[in-house]
Structure formats: structure tokens, C-alpha cells
């Protein structure tokens, strides 16, 4: 998948009707549109991997 950054433009998102756009979709649709995003970023490869853990259960002494 290749992305066309020419096509792209930054607008604020309160400004913005993709809001309701976003919320009209279910749970499911959003994760797979984040995935879609993630991949276009980070590349294939890098993005179908899992999340890395930043929290660790460590005992008290």
C-alpha cells in the first residue's frame, strides 16, 4: 500500500464532520481503520506486530 501525501491536509478535528463519520462506525470498523493507518506509517512489516507491553507486575519485598 502506497499513500499519496499529497492528498492530505491538517484540519482541527472539532472543525472537522469526520467525527460523526467516526462515531457512525462500530468498535470493530475503527481498529481496523486504526490497523489501515498504522500500516500506511510504520510499514507492513513494522505494524502487524504486536503492541509492545510498557507495564510490568513486579512483587514487593
Not at 492528498?7 to 481503520?33: I, T
Amino acid at each position: 500500500m502506497k499513500l499519496d501525501r499529497t492528498k492530505l491536509s491538517v484540519v482541527d478535528f472539532r472543525d472537522s464532520h469526520d467525527k460523526e463519520y467516526w462515531m457512525k462506525l462500530s468498535p470493530e470498523g475503527r481498529l481496523q481503520a486504526l490497523q489501515i493507518h498504522r500500516q500506511a506509517a510504520y510499514g507492513k512489516p513494522n505494524a502487524s506486530g504486536r503492541l509492545q507491553r510498557v507495564l510490568e507486575i513486579a512483587e514487593r519485598t
